[in-house]
């Protein structure tokens, strides 16, 4: 664990909470590493705020600030937002808005150093603190912690709570860096340093983290990536504003963003975004399970939607935890197949193709086709005439990817099907990452705040614990008239639909907008039905939660992404285009809903 650096005193800063009666206004300014630069100016110029979020982190994310890490020992956090902050940090102390970040990824400690540096650069007397302890790697050999670690983990990482973010604040922080937090944990700390709240009020703990979730993403809940976009004026979505949670101490909250800011907050952009990478009703946490199928939404004005009715229950003894590791080296090559005979040409180029690669000196480990079939008949542009015929191969050893794959490649350039070229040369081969979840007691971490003068404050566990299990299925509501009038029209004509990766397994939620439409739904998209549709996930396990206070199915399908994002097993390794696909499909839909 890393010592505090020496910290030089700095000014008191307003107490907080500043109120504790009246509701906390969070806003968030980062959905990703990589997200709009000027959203944390933007988000701390464009209205009131008491802290102001940003969520840096993903499977992805930690894989590369490893592989940064091993490069430099002093990186591992989000580069970007030092530079963020440097326009920012007087604004945010004039203000009184307090920032806290996940930016701290692999070495919190590391961030809120430079953000401690940059400070005193700048003049601005603010108070820097950072939590610690999610870093399994940084436990001694032989503790339960680091056990957990499997060989070749370049980050392995707990998934703390929001306790350690509440203590930093409380103690008087005006910044808070963190590592591997929960994304909700960024909320669901400035609520319990803001109102009080006990480990064992589960409700209201539950209410925080559901917000947490809709805000994490940042612009996703203001009408970014909206199935129903189409449906906004021209350029209310071309500048979408960040969301802010308005918190009240029963844990009830309000989604809405700064007056004048582009984007839209309803109730469908709520729940698109709620619906986003969860599986079941139950939704664990390090702080408390929350209960997604008690969630109601009301929308209580222009851009403003009402969260109430979450329940909350006792998190699981154990938390999750993130592996991510070198898996081996990848490479690809495309070949465009134009014109007529498609199907012949890719059998010709593929019997070649495996032929030279088997008979190399190290053929790689594995090989995969894949043929998208983008071509149209009698097409007017020659890329339109055209089909995508991928080869991907992956292998611990580069060669056999680098060298095997680009010889055999570049040798058929006279001697395959007419018309033959490829998208571009296939390279050496580049690493791969592969992401894996495993599950510790959560005794084993030392979930521990750092505070701006040094101390250090043990964080204790959550309260109570309860074995997270399915719920049974809720009751359907009456199925439509079955002789109704019909047309064969795209689902995505009545159901929006929200889709992302959890590891190697993908989830859509599909929810529509009125409760006739929720009874044809309910009744019609069944697995099979799901499985049909989508005919790539016929031989995988597919799983369909019912929430219907959200008039919504979410589909958890297993193993669809195979190792994760970083393995890129195929073309859209996020599955962020799954739930689009699901919309396009064809099948009878009642008139009455068209």
């Known amino acids: 664990m890393s010592p505090a650096s020496p910290a030089t005193p700095t000014p008191a800063s307003p107490a907080f909470p500043p109120d504790p009666t009246r509701p906390l206004r969070i806003g968030n300014a980062s959905g990703f590493y990589g997200d709009r630069?000027?959203?944390?100016?933007?988000?701390?110029?464009?209205?009131?705020?008491?802290?102001?979020?940003?969520?840096?982190?993903?499977?992805?994310?930690?894989?590369?600030?490893?592989?940064?890490?091993?490069?430099?020992?002093?990186?591992?956090?989000?580069?970007?937002?030092?530079?963020?902050l440097?326009?920012?940090?007087?604004?945010?102390?004039?203000?009184?808005?307090?920032?806290?970040?996940?930016?701290?990824?692999?070495?919190?400690?590391?961030?809120?150093?430079?953000?401690?540096?940059?400070?005193?650069?700048?003049?601005?007397?603010?108070?820097?603190?950072?939590?610690?302890g999610d870093d399994l790697t940084a436990y001694p050999p032989g503790s339960p912690a680091r056990d957990a670690v499997?060989?070749?983990?370049?980050?392995?990482?707990?998934?703390?709570?929001?306790?350690?973010?509440?203590?930093?604040?409380?103690?008087?922080a005006d910044v808070v860096v963190t590592g591997r937090v929960t994304d909700a944990a960024l909320v669901t700390g400035p609520a319990v340093a803001h109102f009080g709240w006990g480990p064992g009020e589960y409700d209201r703990l539950a209410g925080a983290v559901v917000a947490g979730h809709v805000l994490e993403c940042g612009t996703q809940a203001t009408g970014g990536n909206y199935a129903f976009f189409t449906e906004h004026p021209a350029g209310r979505l071309s500048h979408p504003g960040f969301p802010v949670a308005e918190l009240y101490e029963d844990g009830t909250s309000v989604i809405t963003k700064h007056d004048g800011t582009?984007?839209?907050?309803?109730?469908?952009?709520?729940?698109?975004?709620?619906?986003?990478?969860?599986?079941?009703?139950?939704?664990?946490?390090?702080?408390?399970?929350?209960?997604?199928?008690?969630?109601?939404?009301?929308?209580?004005?222009?851009?403003?939607?009402?969260?109430?009715?979450?329940?909350?229950?006792?998190?699981?003894?154990?938390?999750?935890?993130?592996?991510?590791?070198?898996?081996?080296?990848?490479?690809?090559?495309?070949?465009?197949?134009?014109?007529?005979?498609?199907?012949?040409?890719?059998?010709?180029?593929?019997?070649?193709?495996?032929?030279?690669?088997?008979?190399?000196?190290?053929?790689?480990?594995?090989?995969?086709?894949?043929?998208?079939?983008?071509?149209?008949?009698?097409?007017?542009?020659?890329?339109?005439?055209?089909?995508?015929?991928?080869?991907?191969?992956?292998?611990?050893?580069?060669?056999?990817?680098?060298?095997?794959?680009?010889?055999?490649?570049?040798?058929?350039?006279?001697?395959?099907?007419?018309?033959?070229?490829?998208?571009?040369?296939?390279?050496?081969?580049?690493?791969?990452?592969?992401f894996e979840a495993a599950y510790l007691d959560r005794g084993a971490v030392e979930h521990t705040a750092v505070l701006h003068d040094g101390r250090r404050l043990t964080v204790p566990p959550a309260a109570g614990a309860r074995v997270l299990e399915p719920l049974p299925a809720p009751p359907l509501p009456a199925p439509p008239p079955a002789a109704v009038p019909v047309r064969r029209a795209p689902l995505g004509l009545v159901a929006g639909a929200r889709s992302g990766d959890k590891g190697g397994d993908a989830n859509v939620g599909v929810w529509v907008r009125t409760d006739e439409a929720w009874r044809w739904l309910a009744h019609t998209l069944t697995v099979d039905r799901f499985r049909e549709l989508l005919p790539e996930t016929a031989s995988l396990a597919v799983?369909?939660?019912?929430?219907?206070?959200?008039?919504?199915?979410?589909?958890?399908?297993?193993?669809?992404?195979?190792?994760?994002?970083?393995?890129?097993?195929?073309?859209?390794?996020?599955?962020?285009?799954l739930g689009e696909w699901l919309r396009s499909r064809h099948l009878d839909i009642p008139e009455e809903l068209l």
């Open 543 to 577: 799983v369909r939660h019912v929430l219907p206070n959200l008039r919504a199915l979410n589909f958890v399908v297993e193993g669809i992404l195979g190792e994760g994002v970083a393995a890129r097993h195929r073309f859209d390794p996020q599955a962020k285009g």
């Open 37 to 84: 630069f000027d959203a944390l100016r933007e988000m701390l110029t464009g209205g009131p705020l008491d802290v102001l979020t940003g969520d840096y982190l993903a499977e992805l994310t930690m894989l590369i600030l490893g592989r940064d890490r091993l490069r430099d020992p002093s990186a591992g956090y989000a580069r970007t937002f030092p530079r963020q």
């Open 262 to 434: 582009g984007g839209t907050v309803d109730v469908g952009t709520v729940t698109a975004q709620l619906l986003y990478e969860t599986s079941g009703a139950r939704y664990a946490g390090p702080d408390v399970t929350a209960r997604l199928d008690t969630v109601r939404l009301t929308r209580e004005g222009p851009d403003r939607v009402r969260i109430d009715g979450v329940r909350g229950e006792a998190p699981p003894a154990d938390l999750k935890a993130g592996l991510n590791r070198l898996g081996g080296y990848r490479n690809e090559v495309v070949f465009v197949l134009t014109g007529l005979d498609v199907e012949a040409k890719a059998a010709l180029v593929r019997e070649q193709m495996e032929s030279a690669l088997a008979s190399a000196a190290s053929p790689p480990a594995e090989v995969r086709w894949d043929l998208a079939r983008t071509d149209r008949p009698d097409a007017g542009t020659e890329e339109t005439a055209s089909a995508l015929l991928r080869l991907v191969v992956r292998d611990p050893d580069q060669d056999a990817v680098g060298r095997a794959l680009g010889g055999a490649a570049v040798e058929l350039a006279l001697a395959s099907y007419p018309g033959f070229h490829v998208s571009a040369p296939p390279g050496k081969g580049a690493p791969y990452g592969v």
């Open 150 to 172: 499997a060989p070749g983990s370049l980050a392995a990482h707990a998934y703390l709570g929001g306790a350690g973010i509440a203590a930093c604040l409380r103690e008087g």
């Open 86 to 132: 440097e326009e920012c940090l007087g604004l945010a102390h004039e203000r009184g808005v307090r920032i806290v970040t996940n930016a701290g990824g692999l070495n919190p400690a590391g961030l809120a150093g430079a953000v401690r540096e940059l400070a005193g650069r700048l003049g601005i007397p603010v108070r820097v603190a950072h939590v610690e």
